[in-house]
């Protein structure tokens, strides 16, 4: 048998790794095109539910009941497999802890002002006004910071508003009644994500990504369970079947599952990447809420949708670490 000359040898240790490297960038575009899909029905699973009667303050316990276990899991993981691997990280003080109380409150209002506004605008409307906080997190963050806004983030952020605008409008000549409470809900709650973000993304870097959204999304959970207790009877929780059928296909497949799937997204392709594949989010939004709620889509509605998602590709492609998708 021949041997194998250096230059060979080179070339077969290229091409594998050119196939780890292509089979990476397949299953971290598979793992941001789930967690795109997850976050996307969460608006269309709590229409449905609302149909059967139950309210905002029950349906979003009911939700988080069914999401805990799985962060409480996520945080004993992280704790055990930092030990094993003989990592210590340091010990969260007192301040750490008001910063995490803090993003956890503006979590969880995202989530609630999120709930109550879906009660009054259509499915479509209120994903395509989440899917400003892009533009929100950039304005937070210059004027924190005392960065200077550049002229791409201007044109993004006029493309988007207009494109808010076309989809507002569209949804108005439908006669919806309350749509300018609700849009209003939403747009707070689409504030209180990009809080959340700017703080997160300075947190992680001292207690770790997982750390975090463990211990975030445990504390979010347990306000929604204490505002619960606080202002509903247990008779609340008497709710048709499928509301909890419902409530345990948002804990586990809009909630549990698009958090994992984004963290190994953007380990294997980074953050802006999963981002930008996180913009099919609201045009599928709107695919599933003609589908399966009967909302209708009109030419307004598209160029709205195409003016917005064009601002945040914008803003995501001048970004080296843009912002993660929304829960």
Not at 130 to 144: C, E, G, I, N, R
Request: with cysteine; glycine share 8%.
């Amino acid at each position: 048998m021949k041997p194998m000359k250096p230059v060979d040898i080179q070339h077969m240790q290229r091409s594998t790794l050119s196939t780890h490297a292509s089979r990476r960038i397949l299953i971290g575009v598979f793992c941001a095109l789930i967690a795109a899909a997850g976050f996307s029905i969460k608006s269309i699973l709590i229409k449905q539910a609302f149909a059967y009667g139950v309210d905002s303050v029950t349906l979003l316990a009911l939700r988080m009941t069914f999401a805990l276990p799985f962060f409480i899991g996520m945080a004993l993981w992280d704790a055990g497999s930092k030990r094993l691997e003989g990592i210590s990280r340091p010990a969260l003080n007192r301040r750490d802890w008001i910063i995490i109380l803090g993003l956890s409150t503006a979590y969880y209002l995202f989530n609630y002002l999120d709930f109550l506004g879906l009660q009054t605008i259509s499915a479509g409307l209120e994903r395509m006004i989440q899917f400003l906080y892009p533009t929100m997190t950039v304005l937070l963050s210059a004027w924190l910071y005392k960065k200077t806004l550049g002229k791409k983030v201007v044109i993004a952020m006029v493309l988007s508003y207009v494109g808010i605008t076309l989809v507002f409008m569209h949804d108005i000549s439908m006669q919806s009644a309350g749509i300018g409470l609700g849009a209003a809900l939403v747009f707070a709650s689409a504030m209180f994500y990009a809080i959340y973000l700017v703080g997160a993304g300075h947190v992680i870097a001292r207690m770790g990504a997982t750390r975090f959204t463990a211990y975030a999304m445990i504390i979010a959970s347990l306000a929604s369970l204490l505002q619960f207790a606080l202002s509903q009877p247990l008779t609340a929780l008497q709710q048709p079947l499928q509301v909890y059928e419902l409530a345990i296909a948002m804990a586990l497949f809009s909630t549990v599952l698009p958090v994992f799937m984004l963290a190994a997204g953007m380990r294997l392709i980074g953050s802006a990447s999963t981002s930008l594949i996180g913009s099919i989010g609201p045009v599928f939004t709107i695919y599933l809420a003609h589908v399966f709620l009967g909302e209708q889509v009109s030419l307004m509605q598209l160029t709205g949708s195409i003016l917005v998602l064009g601002g945040v590709i914008i803003i995501g492609m001048g970004s080296k670490e843009a912002p993660q998708a929304a829960v």
